[in-house]
């Protein structure tokens, strides 16, 4: 039985000033589950006009050499990446409510574009076999996040998305709200060994769920 998603409530989803030309699809624009429908959609969308990069990227960590993990990155219409990442009802949205929640509604993201990869890899085969970025696209430290964080959280303004955990944590990064031009989600799987089958993960991301909880960035 599929579990039922919540959104935050708008009254905890404050958005400042400056955000009020995108305040309708922030708060209470589409539920949950018609974003992920939306994100398979322009997902598919892509992989057919050959527009979602892949890459087998190896760890540069040391010690960690022969790691190896996905890449890709899915671009998205400008009102649904907005939804996803800065709406009340989206990715960060679901972190609020809980990290298990968040943890949940990651793993729908990507299994909602599994598919797209996997069109996505026919047409632009990589050196290893399809099987290496399944498995490292369902390992469990998989996720999504904004493509090019850095200058897209950089350039966003400041103390726009408030909600009140947030603020109480003294969050900077996480009250931002990033629409950057490209629009584009960023794909990272699970680091594998192939050699071991041992997994990896670095050690300040093993908190990532309570991070984006209690701040809204990681």
């Not at 939804?83 to 993201?109: C, H, K, M, T």
């Not at 990033?178 to 699970?190: A, F, N, R, T």
């Amino acid at each position: 039985m599929a579990r039922l998603m919540r959104v935050v409530p708008a009254d905890l989803w404050r958005l400042s000033a400056d955000l009020n030309d995108r305040r309708g699809r922030l708060v209470d624009g589409i539920r949950p589950e018609e974003l992920l429908h939306c994100v398979a959609a322009e997902a598919h969308e892509a992989a057919e006009n050959r527009s979602i990069p892949l890459c087998w990227q190896e760890s540069t960590d040391d010690g960690r050499e022969g790691y190896f993990r996905l890449s890709a990155q899915v671009p998205l219409k400008e009102s649904t990446f907005d939804q996803l990442f800065n709406g009340n009802s989206g990715y960060r949205a679901q972190y609020y409510l809980s990290p298990e929640e968040g943890i949940l509604y990651n793993r729908d993201v990507l299994e909602a574009i599994a598919p797209s990869i996997e069109v996505s890899y026919w047409v632009q085969r990589l050196r290893v076999p399809f099987e290496f970025l399944q498995r490292s696209l369902t390992g469990p430290h998989a996720k999504i996040w904004v493509f090019n964080e850095k200058p897209a959280f950089d350039l966003a303004a400041p103390d726009t998305l408030n909600p009140p955990r947030w603020l109480e944590n003294n969050a900077s990064r996480g009250r931002k709200a990033p629409l950057p031009g490209h629009l584009m989600l960023d794909l990272k799987g699970c680091f594998i060994n192939f050699s071991t089958d041992d997994l990896y993960v670095h050690e300040y991301k093993l908190d990532r769920a309570t991070d984006l909880f209690l701040k809204g960035y990681t």
